[in-house]
């Protein structure tokens, strides 16, 4: 058990967690909600752990009054949530369907009336099929109904909301959505997939001003980062790791910060203007001003050249290496605090005064919590973990990086992509039969720290 004397963290750094709409909502066929990718590739066999889906979830939709009052009870001055387009304009363009507006409106005022700051993600992997079924995310139009869509939610919750995520961690929709087929639509287009890089960006870009243009204030996009660490000095690993680099912390930032695309992913076959699909003007729309920058951190990844013998039947010019002498998550991931540290540190480094205000948007762990016969859940693995994290955040923020705030993910166990209901990364437990909430020992731990926190500067 860690004690609480961490460092003040600077004035107003704000404490908070952050689910998603697919993975916690439910209610799939309720109130005029259309289908979503993660719907219909749900139902393929063989894609999800046991063939579980996310039509519950955690039945938040419904449940959403206590899970408000569990976020009161943490403490917590922030809550990251999605909207799920497809509750908002069920055919992903043209009729809005008002129910579902007036859902995440009345989430807002609730939050609120809790002394919580909504922060809403726009799009956090739940494309509307029909949108899906016209290409998808390789579909440049796909980026005008996002923008669309942007409009919409803010006309409508604009005037209560400070800060709004356009995207979610575009490069795992990019990587596991359309290039291997890991998550929805289950596309293995491979380096093909890179148009979905650009066309989600243009999004953002276009989402960002429609975005401002309906009143927004601050506006921020979500990444994850992962340290690269090259398995060897031999200079193909080195190479494997600058090329892995670029694409999995570079392409969906440097566009954003810098105006352009990294050198580094002629590697994948990208010219120096990015890939094939990019036209005029496109750029200039991508890197409009940002108030934020979202970073989810989970873990690093260590890189190596691939083996010459493969290089033919594979197009990719890296191998990712295990990353042995650390502890692992249930997930396998290694803990490495110091990781967060560093990718910060790097961001810094690489964008200069061009990086805005970084929040962390979503850090955590999954642990295979079961309840002890007294129904209590004594997860320590997580306290660990968090406790090392937050404190891998004060030193970057000794180090000069201007962090604002640290965003749990997540508030309780819920349905986690291709692996089911098996991970559990919640604070609150939830019994997945009987949908019932119970606080687990790290959430009496963030409510402690956040509350020495908010002492520490009074
Ligand atoms: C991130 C996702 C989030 C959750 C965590 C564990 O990549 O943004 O939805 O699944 O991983």
């Given amino acids: 058990m860690s004690d609480l004397?961490?460092?003040?963290?600077?004035?107003?750094?704000?404490?908070?967690?952050?689910?998603?709409?697919?993975?916690?909502?439910?209610?799939v066929a309720e109130d005029g909600r259309g289908e979503s990718v993660w719907d219909t590739f749900c139902r393929r066999p063989g894609v999800i752990r046991d063939g579980q889906t996310g039509d519950l979830a955690v039945d938040h939709y419904h449940r959403w009054p206590e899970d408000v009052e569990l976020m009161t009870r943490l403490g917590i001055g922030t809550y990251r949530f999605s909207l799920a387009w497809p509750r908002i304009q069920p055919a992903g363009s043209g009729a809005v369907n008002a129910p579902g507006l007036d859902f995440y409106d009345r989430l807002t005022d609730a939050l609120l009336a809790g002394g919580i700051t909504p922060m809403p993600t726009l799009y956090h992997w739940d494309l509307p099929q029909p949108l899906e079924d016209a290409g998808g995310w390789m579909a440049r139009d796909t980026a005008y109904r996002f923008a669309e869509y942007a409009a919409i939610a803010a006309e409508r919750l604009a005037d209560r909301v400070p800060m709004w995520i356009t995207l979610n961690e575009p490069f795992v929709v990019t990587a596991y959505g359309y290039a291997l087929g890991i998550h929805a639509p289950g596309k293995t287009l491979l380096l093909d997939a890179l148009a979905t890089a650009h066309h989600q960006l243009l999004g953002h870009g276009l989402a960002t001003s429609a975005l401002r243009a309906a009143g927004a204030g601050e506006v921020a996009i979500t990444n994850n980062y992962s340290p690269a660490w090259t398995a060897s000095d031999d200079p193909r690993d080195v190479a494997a790791t600058t090329a892995y680099d670029a694409l999995h912390n570079r392409m969906f930032t440097d566009p954003v910060l810098l105006g352009s695309y990294p050198a580094a992913l002629s590697a994948f076959g990208v010219g120096p203007d990015g890939p094939d699909c990019v036209r005029d003007g496109d750029l200039a729309i991508i890197s409009a001003p940002l108030d934020a920058l979202g970073v989810n951190y989970y873990n690093p990844t260590r890189i190596s050249a691939p083996p010459e013998t493969t290089a033919a039947e594979s197009p990719l010019p890296f191998e990712l290496q295990p990353i042995t002498g650390y502890q692992v998550t249930a997930f396998g991931w290694p803990v490495v605090p110091a990781g967060l540290t560093e990718m910060l540190t790097i961001l810094a480094r690489r964008y200069g005064d061009k990086l805005p205000p970084v929040h962390i948007t979503e850090n955590g762990c999954s642990v295979a919590d079961q309840p002890d016969d007294r129904g209590e859940i004594d997860d320590q693995p997580r306290i660990s973990y968090l406790d090392g994290h937050i404190r891998a955040v004060a030193d970057a923020i000794a180090a000069g990086v201007d962090v604002r705030g640290y965003l749990v993910w997540t508030l309780m166990d819920n349905f986690e992509w291709a692996e089911g209901f098996h991970q559990r990364f919640g604070l609150v437990h939830v019994d997945f039969e009987t949908q019932r909430r119970t606080p687990k020992a790290s959430f009496s731990w963030y409510r402690d720290l956040i509350a020495a926190q908010a002492g520490s500067r009074s």
Avoid at 5 to 27: K, L, M, R
């Fill in 5 to 27: 004397e961490f460092p003040a963290f600077p004035p107003g750094f704000s404490w908070g967690v952050a689910t998603s709409a697919y993975q916690i909502e439910g209610a």
